[in-house]
């Protein structure tokens, strides 16, 4: 049962432009989300997080919004860089009863070329 | 540099073997987490401890076991491996007492080969 989920394996863009990077879920309970990129040969890297009190969190080149009806986020990078190709991984946590066990999509392939 | 530590970085074992894998937190976490990253099952939650108590439980095949000790560093102990168990296996850590819990720092991981 897969609670999050990422369609898109990959995703491609041009240097400068937006990427943006979509997940679903279908766990009701999640009140916390959150955002990985990953290196091969590296531990998952903390990117930026979204409570479900609020809809939109920014941290420089990065927002998440978050549409709690359709159970759907999204992460956006404006303006893409070479240096973002990795992989992303979204993330979902029921504080309510997991106390942090991070439940992970499959994550997407973002190649971002110069 | 997420501040967590994992190792050994690589370990290759054969079949029926038992292997342990270790994992200093970040300097003042308390929460330590496992998580088994294989090909077809993408990243999968474990089990958590906080301050040495076991947290929270995942998945977990009942030939795995982890504690979490004094000096907070955990110990993940795989045993009876088979070549399904082949995977990265990475440990985090989060905040301390009043501060976030949920944004997790990922140690490099630990790569093991069942052959």
Redesign the interface.
Known sequence: DQQVKQNSPSLSVQEGRISILNCDYTNSMFD?F?W?KKYP??????LI?ISSIKDKNEDGRFTVFLNKSAKHLSLHIVPSQPGDSAVY?C?A?D?GT??????????TILTVHP | DSGVTQTPKHLITATGQRVTLRCSPRSGDLSVYWYQQSLDQGLQFLIQYYNGEERAKGNILERFSAQQFPDLHSELNLSSLELGDSALYFCASSGPPGHSYNEQFFGPGTRLTVL
């Open positions: 916390y959150l990985y040969a590296e531990g998952p890297t903390f997080s991984f993330a946590i504080g997991s106390y942090g066990k991070l439940t992970f999509g499959q994550g």
